[in-house]
């Protein structure tokens, strides 16, 4: 196999699968399945090469697990974090466990603790399962603060959790009173 950017490939994936299909001109269903075939042609169209081997390969080498195929392979969709309006993720409501993490830095904090956690342009606030997973999102932004929330409380209040197929949590929005 050739060597291929993973790094480039999948930061590409990303902007398309969750932000901006129309960069590409793809279709995307409304539960975010793009067509393997069409991805890699227009993916090719805009110079950003990869055969499905390779497309695998990305895929199963994400750290984060950003990705997934469908059941036979044919579709592959991100597994949260559209900014797109029409996605509707099939996510089951499940219960949380009594704390989850979430990683910002300093400048948000004042914004953060008047309004809560709030998905902005998202679809969910993401959280994390452990604080380490937490601090490596927060560290993209500069120096971590980690939040710990109180999702076993806000489930018992009456909030819904979701857990993505990469272990992300999502909920909607988590109120000051829930985390520390």
């Not at 998905?119 to 932004?141: F, G, P, W």
Request: proline share 3%.
């Amino acid at each position: 196999m050739r060597e291929i950017d993973i790094k480039r490939i999948s930061k590409f994936l990303s902007l398309v699968l969750r932000h901006n299909p129309g960069k590409i001109g793809i279709d995307m269903d409304v539960n975010g399945w793009v067509e393997v075939n069409d991805l890699i042609e227009k993916c090719a169209a805009k110079h950003v090469r990869f055969n499905k081997e390779e497309l695998e390969e990305v895929v199963a080498t994400n750290d984060k697990k950003r990705f997934s195929f469908n059941e036979d392979g044919t579709k592959l969709r991100a597994n949260q974090g559209h900014s797109l309006a029409f996605i509707e993720m099939d996510f089951e409501v499940v219960e949380p466990p009594q704390f989850l993490y979430h990683g910002t830095v300093g400048k948000f904090m004042e914004a953060i603790q008047e309004s809560g956690l709030q998905k902005m342009n998202r679809q969910h606030v993401h959280l994390s399962k452990d604080k380490e997973t937490a601090i490596k999102v927060a560290k993209r932004r500069g120096k971590p603060v980690i939040l710990t929330i109180q999702s076993g409380k806000m489930h018992q209040d009456g909030f819904d959790f979701h857990c993505s197929a990469n272990g992300v949590w999502l909920t909607n929005e988590v109120p000051p009173k829930y985390f520390t």
